[in-house]
């Protein structure tokens, strides 16, 4: 980020990425935080109580129980506040699901030449922007100075399972936890809506053809600046 220090502004294009991981959010986050803001929760989660899931099935998506002592005292302060208020669309029935979980992002000590604060950040996104990227989505909303523009994204964060039929040999796929945003909606079905809907004319889709979004983001950038 340190490349982009004397920039007016960044246009972060996440249109078409399935997800996949959660190392973006957690790098790039931080450095739109300012160092004294309080941390923000970027997802919450419960999964579905069996057996043969370990108790830390979703530690590899950095959700970790509430009542847990893996939380930082601002972290942990952040978090109780939080769930004060947070009113899920569904409620995981307690018999069937494991207790909450959440993902938490702090500012960190990010060095300041890497911070990017006070400018305009705007982020692209669309239909095909699923599971991480969701959350990826999800998370930023609401920072200030950054925009997210483009289409609803696909909604989908289920931390899902494959298992294989032993006849037919038929894989079936189905989610092994409900997320949530920290809006209280969950992710599948709903999405991440844009600030600013905007969609790409037919132009886009042939080789060599106009970028209407990008060109918005790009005006939305030099307004600001």
Not at 22 to 46: D, H, T, W
Not at 67 to 77: G, I, L, N, T, V
Request: with cysteine; net charge negative; proline share 7%.
């Amino acid at each position: 980020m340190a490349r982009f220090a004397r920039t007016d502004g960044l246009v972060i294009d996440v249109r078409g990425n399935g997800g996949g991981s959660r190392e973006a959010l957690r790098a790039l986050v931080p450095l739109l935080m300012r160092p004294q803001a309080e941390p923000r929760v970027a997802n919450v989660a419960a999964y579905r109580a069996w057996e043969g899931f370990p108790a830390d099935h979703l530690a590899n998506r950095y959700l970790f129980p509430v009542a847990s002592d893996h939380w930082s005292a601002p972290e942990r302060e952040a978090l109780e506040l939080f769930l004060v208020g947070f009113m899920p669309e569904w409620s995981p029935p307690a018999e069937r699901f494991s207790p909450w979980h959440a993902m938490v992002v702090s500012p960190g000590q990010a060095d300041e030449r890497s911070r990017y604060l006070g400018r305009p950040v705007v982020v692209l996104m669309d239909a095909a922007c699923f599971s991480a990227t969701d959350v990826f989505l999800s998370t930023l909303k609401g920072l200030p100075n950054v925009t997210l523009m483009g289409e609803a994204s696909g909604g989908g964060s289920a931390r899902a399972q494959v298992v294989e039929l032993p006849t037919s040999g038929l894989k079936v796929r189905f989610a092994s936890m409900a997320s949530f945003q920290a809006s209280g909606e969950l992710f599948d079905g709903r999405g991440v809506l844009p600030d600013v809907v905007a969609t790409p004319a037919y132009e886009f889709f042939l080789v060599g053809g106009a970028d209407a979004v990008l060109e918005k983001g790009l005006e939305v950038v030099a307004g600001a600046a």
